[in-house]
């Protein structure tokens, strides 16, 4: 089986080739295929997700698969299965792959000992948030034609963040220079990144902010957010000093007026929206992976 659970130990070459396999399906997406014919796709949600869960369902749906949404708040985890039992569950009833998003941190990695079919991580707690950093590479790739020598400036909540993660391991393969901004008590302490001041951070190539996730925080952990905005937002002031190259990256939802101002969400250097649109052909190629 073909699960990806992150890109930490996925070869440079493998990543790449996911890539490029994203760019055939961005060529060839308007339309339904049949290479999933017969096969069950089940999205397994047991955190919210509006992007994630909806690009899987299209990927799935353009390859042609049959496609069953478990949502925890309607199912039996709210008389008590574990999670466990619930994949287990639908292992049992057929599905070929299952796409699972799961709030504690770990379980995702022994499940995967457990269950037989390919599972694709769609957010594992802060650890790892594959297919986002997987289209986020795409979205870079594509606008810059190469990652290699890129500085990509990762701003904001670190700690609580799967995608700076994610990010992190695959844009080194890539040769690209990674460094992170964040109020001291967001910093991740495990990660060997070197930390920037907000000016500095400002001169890359990338300018990706992070969403400050308040449902992770301990109390006390934002003071408020207009302090927020003021010391770590980009504001209107702060991305005219980007350089004209340079593009603003959001793994969205976005908190806009806190890391972001409402007006820099469209703004013709930001990539929030085409990030979005470039799940679809990256989940595709993912799955099409899986079943490979
Ligand atoms: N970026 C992302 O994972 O968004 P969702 O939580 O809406 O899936």
């Known amino acids: 089986q073909r699960s990806l659970l992150g890109l930490k130990d996925l070869s440079k070459e493998e990543i790449e080739a996911i890539l490029d396999r994203a760019a055939y399906w961005e060529q060839h997406s308007s339309k339904v295929h049949n290479v999933m014919q017969g096969k069950f796709a089940a999205n ?19 390859l042609g698969a049959e496609v069953l949404n478990f949502s925890a708040a ?15 569950t639908l292992e049992s009833m057929g599905i070929d792959v299952g796409i699972i998003r799961l709030k504690p941190i770990g379980v995702l990695a022994e499940l995967a000992t457990k269950i037989q079919v390919p599972l694709i991580n769609a957010g594992d707690g802060n650890n790892e948030h594959p ?23 990762i701003i904001g909540d670190v700690l609580h ?3 700076a993660r994610s990010n992190l391991w695959a844009l080194r393969k890539f040769g690209a220079k990674v460094q992170f901004c964040s109020p001291g008590n967001l910093k991740a302490p495990e990660l060997d990144v070197p930390y920037v001041t907000m000016d500095e951070a400002l001169k890359a ?3 990706m902010m992070l969403r400050v996730q308040l ?29 004209e190259h340079a593009i603003i990256m959001h793994p969205a939802p976005i908190n806009r007026g806190v890391e ?4 820099l969400v469209e703004h013709p250097q930001s990539r929030i929206f085409p990030q979005m649109a470039n799940g ?6 993912v799955i099409e992976r899986a079943l490979s």
Request: proline share 1%; charged share 30%.
């Open 74 to 88: 309607v199912s039996s985890v709210q008389k008590g299965e574990s999670i466990y039992d619930t994949v287990r």
């Open 280 to 285: 679809v052909p990256i989940r595709m190629a």
């Open 161 to 163: 963040s799967r995608v």
């Open 131 to 153: 297919t986002q950093a997987l289209l986020d590479l795409y979205t870079m790739r594509k606008h810059f034609g190469n990652l290699n020598g890129l500085t990509v400036s």
């Open 215 to 243: 449902e992770r925080h301990e109390s006390g952990m934002l003071n408020s957010a207009e302090a927020y905005r003021e010391q770590f937002g980009l504001t209107v002031e702060r991305a005219s000093k980007l350089g």
């Open 205 to 207: 190539d990338v300018v």
């Open 44 to 62: 397994m949600f047991f955190e919210n997700s509006t992007r994630t869960r909806f690009s899987f369902e299209v990927a799935e749906k353009r």
């Open 260 to 263: 972001i101002d409402d007006e």
